[in-house]
């Protein structure tokens, strides 16, 4: 059974940073594209990033492009997303994903496997 657990959450201030980590067990981690999506209170699940299985390939949501970076380190069976400049708007629950083939991909139904999410809070 495949399990996902995200860390790294918290409260900062805006314009500060955090990174989020998703370890991913029970799947040949390395075989698969993987995703972050947020969801805000009252709001739809928001896609973030998504990155293939080499992480040679990725792809950003427009309100965190050139903000945000994703990752992935095969060997440790865990992704990244780095997160600067945070905005208030930013404030969400991130969730990680693994998907269902090599490549990444920017729809959530795409994904076979979820994490149960980490808050992260931006003050302003």
């Known amino acids: 059974q495949v399990q996902l657990v995200e860390s790294g959450g918290g409260l900062v201030q805006a314009g500060g940073s955090l990174r989020l980590s998703c370890g991913v067990s029970?799947?040949?981690?390395?075989?698969?594209?993987m995703g972050w999506f947020r969801q805000a209170p009252g709001k739809e699940r928001e896609f973030v990033a998504t990155?293939?299985?080499?992480?040679?390939?990725?792809y950003y949501g427009n309100s965190v492009k050139g903000r945000f970076t994703i990752s992935r380190d095969n060997a440790k069976n865990t992704m990244y997303l780095q997160m600067n400049s945070l905005k208030p708007e930013d404030t969400a629950v991130y969730f990680c994903?693994?998907?269902?083939?090599?490549?990444?991909?920017?729809?959530?139904?795409?994904?076979?496997?979820w994490g149960q999410g980490t808050q992260v809070t931006v003050s302003s």
């Open positions: 029970g799947r040949t981690f390395s075989s698969y594209g």
């Open positions: 994903a693994v998907g269902q083939g090599s490549n990444g991909n920017i729809r959530s139904e795409s994904y076979a496997s």
């Open positions: 990155i293939n299985w080499n992480g040679r390939l990725t």
